[in-house]
Antibody, heavy 118, light 112 residues
């Protein structure tokens, strides 16, 4: 059974940093791209970033470029999202998702809440 | 970036009736390399992560009831629920995976 479990969310002050983790199991992790999607309270879904199987290709939405870094550790079956210079508008539930091919997101974690507030 | 616009924002449909949700992209998501529409639909119930319903605009995900169907091509797409059930109450979102950033529509809230 495919499982994605996010962790690392919490309350952080504006300008602060946070590192999210997503632990994957139930599939051959190193054969898949991985993706982060976020959802602000009461809002729609926003694609944030993805990373290829080897960790050598990474893409970001413009609003996080230069502040967020996606990475992965295939030995640990984990993908990460390092978030720096956090802003209030980064407040959201952050989901880890697996694209089955192209960016068809067939498995999602339960999400981890990030709150940016003083 | 490709902007995805759904209509309506919310929709109330009686049990057993048809529900139709529209999604329009700011440019075509029909890719010439595979002649497929790079468009997916997701269902999200309160407190839960999104669930994949439809991909390639009209291919139903395994296990999704056949009352759910997707149609359209190019820049105009539709999700149809043929006979609404109580468990279909959710927010439905379209997503293009034609080009990064892989944008979502704002979501349509479906109620009974």
């Amino acid at each position: 059974e495919v499982q994605l479990v996010e962790s690392g969310g919490g309350l952080v002050q504006p300008g602060g940093s946070l590192r999210l983790s997503c632990a994957a199991s139930g599939f051959h992790f190193s054969s898949y791209w991985m993706t982060w999607v976020r959802q602000a309270p009461g809002k729609g879904l926003e694609w944030v970033a993805n990373v290829n199987e080897e960790g050598s290709e990474k893409y970001y939405v413009d609003s996080v470029k230069g502040r967020f870094t996606i990475s992965r550790d295939n030995a640990k079956n984990s993908v990460y999202l390092q978030m720096n210079s956090l802003r209030g508008e980064d407040t959201a539930v952050y989901y880890c998702a697996r694209p089955r091919g192209y960016e068809i997101l067939d498995y999602w974690g339960q999400g981890t809440l990030v709150t940016v507030s003083s | 970036d490709i902007v995805m616009t759904q209509s309506p924002d919310s929709l109330a449909v009686s049990l057993g009736e048809r529900a139709t949700i529209n999604c329009k992209s700011s440019q075509s998501v029909l890719h010439s390399s595979n002649n497929k529409n790079h468009l997916a639909w997701y269902q999200q119930k309160p407190g839960q992560p999104p669930k994949l319903l439809i991909y390639w605009a009209s291919t139903r995900e395994s296990g999704v009831p056949d009352r759910f169907s997707g149609s359209g091509s190019g820049a105009d797409f539709t999700l149809t629920i043929s006979s609404l059930q109580a468990e279909d109450v959710a927010v439905y979102s379209c997503q293009q995976y034609y080009s990064t950033p892989y944008t979502f529509g704002q979501g349509t809230k479906l109620e009974i």
